[in-house]
Nanobody, 124 residues
Framework: VQLVESGGRLVQAGGSLRLSCEVS????????MGWFRQSPRQERRFVAA????????EYADSVKGRFTISRDNAKNAVFLQMDSLKPEDSAVYYC??????????????????WGQGTQVTVSL
């Protein structure tokens, strides 16, 4: 299974970005997907997750109301729309796959496969 993130870049505070993650190598539509982020000297932290049909989502409190996770099973892709960005949102963003999900996971150990990450930098 391979995951490739894209869409990260430098953006000003208050701006928007849309991250994409393309998954290949195995069945996609029955998996739950998640986004995490990691800043230097910090642990990898949960951002958002989505169930296999997109009917259930989960968000970290810090991004609720600003970020939206979605997926397109026909394209084997998951997205993270990030609005009203803040400098504290700066991090490497990773997408991940949970192939055994029962409920949406919010810790890295819940996920089986990871992408290499994409850098998001939010400037003042």
């Amino acid at each position: 299974v391979q995951l490739v993130e894209s869409g990260g870049r430098l953006v000003q505070a208050g701006g928007s970005l849309r991250l994409s993650c393309e998954v290949s190598g195995h069945t996609f539509s029955t998996w739950a997907m998640g986004w995490f982020r990691q800043s230097p000297r910090q642990e990898r932290r949960f951002v958002a997750a989505i169930s296999w049909y997109g009917s259930s989502t989960e968000y970290a409190d810090s991004v609720k109301g600003r970020f939206t996770i979605s997926r397109d099973n026909a394209k084997n892709a998951v997205f993270l729309q990030m609005d009203s960005l803040k400098p504290e949102d700066s991090a490497v963003y990773y997408c991940a796959v949970d192939t055994h999900w029962v409920q949406l996971g919010t810790t890295p150990r819940d996920y089986d496969y990871w992408g290499q990450g994409t850098q998001v930098t939010v400037s003042l």
